[in-house]
Nanobody
């Protein structure tokens, strides 16, 4: 079982920034596809940003140019730097990982990921 623990959520004003972290204890972290997903009230879970097992990155169109995903493999930690936040970014943010390779065009699909964290809430106020 792979544990994923998110942190860094909270409340921020429109235009502000926040950084989320996701730490795993899995010894196989380096070979995983891993990413961030979010679910706003009344909406489906959607992919935000992901990194595959060879480092290819995908972003949802709604966050391109504002969010940046990165990782520190030595610390087994995934980050999501969120800038220029908007009220529509308000959601529960989840970290997800899968040990199998994922085709690049499917990286933002939630069904491709086996392991999930508990989530961290981000609230952007206007």
């Amino acid at each position: 079982q792979v544990q994923l623990v998110e942190s860094g959520g909270g409340s921020v004003q429109t235009g502000g920034s926040q950084r989320l972290s996701c730490r795993t204890s899995s010894p196989s972290y380096r070979s995983y596809c891993i990413g961030w997903f979010r679910q706003a009230p009344g909406k489906d879970l959607e992919g935000v940003a992901t990194i595959d097992n060879v480092g290819a990155i995908s972003y949802a169109d709604s966050v391109k140019g504002r969010f940046a995903i990165s990782q520190d493999r030595a610390k087994k930690t995934l980050y999501l730097q969120m800038n220029t936040l908007k009220p529509e970014d308000t959601a529960m943010y989840y970290c997800a990982a899968d040990p199998a390779p994922i085709e690049w065009r499917f990286l933002l699909r939630k069904d491709e990921y086996k392991y999930w964290g508990q989530g961290t809430q981000v609230t952007v106020s206007s």
